[in-house]
Every structure is written in structure tokens, then in C-alpha cells.
């Protein structure tokens, strides 16, 4: 989460994996490249409704 100069927030979000090895990255490779959609459509949804609650808090 970053606060601007003009008082506005920025929040973001991101996805931190660690493979240990060859195999797992290759595992992890396969994996992510079926979930990384949906989850990428899931935060994308979590940030908006974020949004919605942080901007009816401040009216």
C-alpha cells in the first residue's frame, strides 16, 4: 500500500511463490499456468470491493 502526496492510496496486490528446485519449478510452471487466471480474475474482484468499502467509508 502506497499514500500519494494527494492523500490517495494505492494497494496492490502480488504473488510470491519459492522453488526450490528444477522439478518443482517446472511443477509449479504447469500449475500456475492453469490457476493464474482465476486468481488474477480474484484479486482483480478483492481490489474493487476494497475500493467500493474505502471510498462509502470516506463519504
Same mark, same amino acid.
Given at each position: 500500500?502506497?499514500? &500519494? @502526496?494527494?492523500?490517495? !492510496? !494505492?494497494?496492490?496486490?502480488? !504473488?510470491?511463490? *519459492? &522453488? !526450490?528446485?528444477?522439478?518443482?519449478? #517446472?511443477?509449479?510452471?504447469?500449475?500456475?499456468?492453469? =490457476?493464474? @487466471?482465476?486468481?488474477?480474475?480474484? #484479486?482483480?474482484? *478483492? *481490489? #474493487?470491493? =476494497?475500493?467500493?468499502?474505502a471510498?462509502?467509508?470516506? #463519504?
Amino acid at each position: 500500500m502506497t499514500v &500519494c @502526496p494527494d492523500g490517495a !492510496t !494505492t494497494l496492490s496486490t502480488e !504473488t510470491r511463490i *519459492l &522453488c !526450490t528446485d528444477d522439478r518443482n519449478r #517446472r511443477r509449479f510452471r504447469r500449475y500456475w499456468a492453469v =490457476v493464474r @487466471p482465476f486468481s488474477g480474475l480474484i #484479486r482483480i474482484e *478483492l *481490489l #474493487r470491493i =476494497v475500493r467500493r468499502e474505502a471510498e462509502a467509508r470516506s #463519504r
